[in-house]
């Protein structure tokens, strides 16, 4: 089974500022396995990127995703209000002919 | 557009079957472009995949709770289930179901999930 550990576990920003959430894969995986989701308390996860790069039907650019190989990385350009909140990475591999989908630990974005 | 909701009862003993369904709208569950998962989050495990049907009753299981997960889709009623034997507290946490995009490779939509606690 392949691990996602993410990085930091708490990120401390203010609006305006940069995040950058970092995941890593306990071993190589493809990049078009790889997404972000952001959840909120109280709510479910949303969708943000797909494919390490791809944004999501109408989630704004200040999100990006990069990475490859083991390493992956999810920034926020400028934080607005409404991005703090938890962010998990997600992977999809399949091992023994199972299909299976694993999940990081999470990173909780908060405002400093 | 498309909703997931999940129905069941909130309180389950030890050692009895957690059931749980999804009914879907806005979306058919047997369109051949997903297949219908489940996963379930705690404050101790975080979000943990448990297990994805395809319309034509083929599933994928979390290794780790294989022995004791069924899921299963009934296309008449366009819902899908989720049985999990012998529970211990350990399973206590939100129910969420969603939708897998099989070119995507992600959870694209999601119910708002339910909660579900094993104590007796």
């Known amino acids: 089974e392949i691990v996602m550990t993410q990085s930091p576990g708490t990120l401390s920003l203010s609006p305006g500022e940069r995040g950058i959430v970092s995941c890593r894969a306990s071993q190589s995986v493809s990049s078009s396995y790889v997404a972000w989701y952001q959840q909120k308390p109280g709510q479910a996860p949303r969708l943000l990127i797909y494919?390490?790069?791809t944004r999501a039907t109408g989630i704004p650019d200040r999100f990006s995703g990069s990475g490859s190989g083991t390493d992956f990385t999810l920034t926020i350009s400028r934080l607005e209000p409404e991005d703090f909140a938890v962010y998990y990475c997600h992977q999809y591999g399949q091992q023994y002919g199972s299909h299976l989908r694993t999940f990081g630990q999470g990173t909780k974005v908060e405002m400093k | 557009q498309l909703q997931l909701q999940e129905s069941g009862p909130g309180l389950v003993k030890p050692s009895e079957t957690l059931s749980l369904t999804c009914a879907v709208s806005?979306?058919?569950?047997?369109?051949?472009?997903?297949?219908w998962g489940w996963i379930r989050q705690s404050p101790g495990r975080g979000l943990e995949w448990i297990g994805n049907?395809?319309?034509?009753?083929?599933?994928s299981y979390n290794p780790s709770l294989r022995s004791r997960v069924t899921i299963s889709v009934d296309t008449s009623k366009n819902q899908f289930s989720l049985q999990l034997s012998s529970v211990t507290a350990t399973d206590t946490a939100v129910f969420y179901c969603?939708?897998?995009?099989?070119?995507?490779?992600?959870?694209?939509?999601w119910g708002q999930g339910t909660p579900v606690t094993v104590s007796s």
């Open positions: 969603a939708r897998w995009h099989v070119n995507m490779l992600v959870f694209d939509h």
């Open positions: 494919g390490a790069s």
């Open positions: 049907v395809y319309y034509t009753g083929s599933t």
């Open positions: 806005g979306g058919s569950v047997s369109s051949d472009t997903y297949s």
